[in-house]
């Protein structure tokens, strides 16, 4: 294979171009900001999926919403989810099993373990160190069960307090990053992280996006006696990339498990991802995402080469097995995986290798398997990166990825039913966002 033809991807910006770059940024930046559209609220409710929003007279400007509260504790949520034990749900709150076993302890706690019921939240907050302050747990047909911490032990009272899920909805256009744009539009950074990733199989956040694309999200803000306090789920999107809109809406199948699928039904969950680099907040950039990957692709070069500094985390594209993790000749430090339909995937020039990546592993879709590099017949840092399908190179910018299997026609009703609204809404949200443009 001849890796002396590579290309060589360090493009050094001259000075001027730099200076331009800069000038623009900062314009754009002082441009007014095409925020907030509309806000809905709903009636208190946990099952936000079957519910119509009922739409309020006035919209409602959200604070900055975090998970970290203004006393410098944190606020973790989770939903009790079908086959779930109470301890199940509190190990994924990241409570360690001697504060669920003094939690259990609690009477009014242990009576809770033997009724609970998927769909209902449990809302904990730990110091920074990540001790267990106060945990409530919402009941059917009674206030919700606040337990705070007295020393060692845990007491337990019924609460008055009102816990609410409103849906609020916002849209915002891209100026200069992915991540500036959803803060412009005050939208939480876990609804945007969220967003990222549901179109990272349809989307490479870090070269297709361009300036002017367009947004909007759907999504759930748990509130308690008015306050908003965490960010809950994505509900919906629509990213309108080069004019070509992208949806996603989120269904709950009748066992509880949750997914992300395009309005007509594909799902958004599996498949490839688009992109094997990180795209995160500290490494989007306008100025990257405007230069496109050096494809590269023709006979005598078998892969494409992503151009990035050494150290950016590259990610598995699909799940996968470890077939190889080593140097080999011109790839320098590679890794190859085995997918399903006998696809295979090559990362090479690799810096390193995360911790645990040998021959043999399995990996996740998304999972971090090395670090960019420049390695073997290379001259500058980037990522060499391979689709094969039964051992012939592809060009995986050109070729239709596997996805997930459709969804179930027995399902069709129930999808329809759940995501419709959601649909019109994102419909609604993006006649108001062109508006807003005039
Ligand atoms: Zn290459």
């Given at each position: 294979m001849p890796l002396t033809k590579l290309r060589i991807l360090t493009h050094r910006m001259t000075g001027a171009e730099r200076r331009f770059r800069l000038r623009t940024l900062v314009v754009l930046s002082s441009l007014p900001l095409f925020g907030v559209v509309a806000a809905f609220g709903l009636a208190p409710d946990t099952n936000t999926l079957d519910i119509t929003p009922q739409t309020i007279t006035e919209a409602i400007a959200l604070p900055a919403l975090a998970s970290v509260?203004?006393?410098?504790?944190?606020?973790?949520?989770?939903?009790?989810?079908?086959?779930?034990?109470?301890?199940?749900?509190?190990?994924?709150?990241?409570?360690?099993?001697?504060?669920?076993?003094?939690?259990?302890?609690?009477?009014?706690?242990?009576?809770?373990?033997?009724?609970?019921?998927?769909?209902?939240?449990?809302?904990?907050?730990?110091?920074?160190?990540?001790?267990?302050?106060?945990?409530?747990?919402?009941?059917?047909?009674?206030?919700?069960?606040?337990?705070?911490r007295e020393g060692d032990s845990f007491v337990a009272e019924e609460s008055s307090e009102l816990l609410e899920t409103r849906v609020v909805m916002r849209s915002g256009q891209i100026l200069s990053s992915l991540f500036s744009a959803t803060d412009s539009a005050g939208i939480p950074d876990k609804i945007a992280d969220q967003m990222a990733e549901t179109f990272s199989t349809s989307l490479d956040f870090r070269e297709d996006l361009r300036r002017g694309d367009t947004f909007s999200v759907v999504y759930t803000?748990?509130?308690?006696?008015?306050?908003?306090?965490?960010?809950?789920?994505?509900?919906?999107?629509?990213?309108?990339?080069?004019?070509?809109?992208?949806?996603?809406?989120?269904?709950?199948?009748?066992?509880?498990?949750?997914?992300?699928?395009?309005?007509?039904?594909?799902?958004?969950?599996?498949?490839?991802?688009?992109?094997?680099?990180?795209?995160?907040?500290?490494?989007?950039?306008?100025?990257?995402?405007?230069?496109?990957?050096?494809?590269?692709?023709?006979?005598?070069?078998?892969?494409?080469?992503?151009?990035?500094?050494?150290?950016?985390?590259?990610?598995?594209?699909?799940?996968?097995?470890?077939?190889?993790?080593?140097?080999?000749?011109?790839?320098?430090?590679?890794?190859?995986?085995?997918?399903?339909?006998?696809?295979?995937?090559?990362?090479?020039?690799?810096?390193?290798?995360?911790?645990?990546?040998?021959s043999g592993r399995s990996v996740s879709q998304g999972q971090v398997i090395a670090y960019v590099g420049t390695t073997g017949a290379s001259t500058g840092p980037h990522l060499h990166y391979e689709v094969r399908i039964a051992g012939r190179p592809q060009n995986p910018m050109a070729i239709k990825l596997p996805g997930s299997p459709p969804l179930p026609v027995a399902q069709r009703g129930r999808f329809l039913q759940q995501t419709a609204d959601w649909s019109d809404k994102l419909t609604l949200l993006r006649g108001t966002n062109l508006a807003a443009l005039d």
């Open positions: 509260n203004t006393d410098g504790t944190f606020a973790r949520e989770s939903m009790i989810q079908a086959g779930d034990t109470l301890t199940s749900a509190l190990s994924r709150l990241k409570i360690d099993d001697l504060e669920i076993q003094r939690l259990l302890a609690t009477d009014a706690v242990r009576q809770l373990a033997s009724g609970i019921r998927a769909g209902k939240r449990i809302q904990a907050t730990t110091t920074q160190e990540g001790q267990l302050l106060t945990i409530q747990f919402e009941r059917s047909d009674a206030p919700a069960l606040t337990v705070h803000v748990n509130y308690r006696n008015g306050e908003p306090i965490a960010a809950g789920k994505l509900l919906a999107a629509e990213f309108v990339n080069a004019g070509k809109p992208h949806r996603a809406v989120l269904y709950r199948d009748p066992f509880g498990h949750e997914g992300y699928y395009t309005p007509e039904g594909e799902s958004l969950r599996k498949g490839f991802l688009r992109s094997p680099l990180e795209f995160s907040r500290v490494t989007s950039s306008f100025s990257n995402s405007r230069r496109h990957p050096i494809y590269g692709f023709h006979r005598a070069h078998t892969g494409v080469d992503f151009g990035a500094p050494t150290g950016t985390r590259v990610k598995a594209t699909g799940d996968a097995t470890v077939v190889f993790a080593g140097r080999k000749g011109g790839y320098g430090n590679l890794i190859i995986l085995r997918h399903g339909n006998g696809y295979e995937t090559y990362y090479a020039h690799l810096s390193a290798f995360a911790s645990g990546i040998r």
